[in-house]
């Protein structure tokens, strides 16, 4: 009897171990797995001058001017 005690404490110490070890190295590691991820208002502003391309044309540009001003009113 005081031998199946002996081997349950010990491996009950053996997972307690394991578990401060991985517990350790998840704090260790966990800074350098976060990156800065941009802000939402950052990525859209990216995919918009990516998508959007500037107008040359001036008539093209006072029709583009004149339609969003009406969009306004």
Known sequence: MPT???????????????????FVIYRILMPKLKE??????????EEMTRILQPIDDPETA???????NEEDE
Not at 4 to 22: W, Y
Not at 36 to 45: Q, T, V
Not at 62 to 68: I, L, Q
């Open 36 to 45: 800065e991820k941009p802000s939402d208002e950052d990525i859209l502003n």
């Open 4 to 22: 199946s005690l002996l081997t349950f404490i010990i491996i009950i110490s053996i997972a307690a171990v394991i578990a401060i070890v991985a």
């Open 62 to 68: 006072k029709e583009v001017s004149e339609y969003k």
